[in-house]
């Protein structure tokens, strides 16, 4: 029976960490053009991109990829209402990904984080 090491814990807990770190949540939030598309769906509850798009500088295309990144990073939710689609924030599932790099960072904490502003030996 293996014992896992201390060594090994902690490179476990870094892969895990820097794996969540690498989440699409951040490459989607990194632009302020994306994170103004996605202010305006907060203000609006649910919108089309042509609500949006009233409120923003950038034509309908460039709001349509940015929600589409914005989707396949699990921020926001669509559905379909006839030709139409109608964007949300989806809360639960960005409350989740927090949660899951809270984690993975606080198992990471203890091996490389002074405690209480210690400095690390």
Known sequence: MNIPTQES??????NSAVAVLDDPLFK??????????LRQLMLLGRADVGQIAERLPQERSVISRHLQ????????RMER?????????DGPAIMRKF?????????LA????PANGAESK
Do not use: D, K, M, N
């Not at 949660?99 to 198992?107: P, S, T, Y």
């Open 9 to 14: 814990l902690r490179a476990q807990a870094i």
């Open 99 to 107: 949660e899951v790099i809270l984690r993975e960072v606080g198992r």
């Open 28 to 37: 989607a939030l990194q632009e302020t053009s994306r994170v103004a598309v």
């Open 81 to 89: 209402a006839g030709r139409h689609r109608i964007y949300e924030v």
């Open 69 to 76: 990144l914005l989707l396949e990073a699990g921020i926001v």
């Open 110 to 113: 203890p091996y490389c984080c």
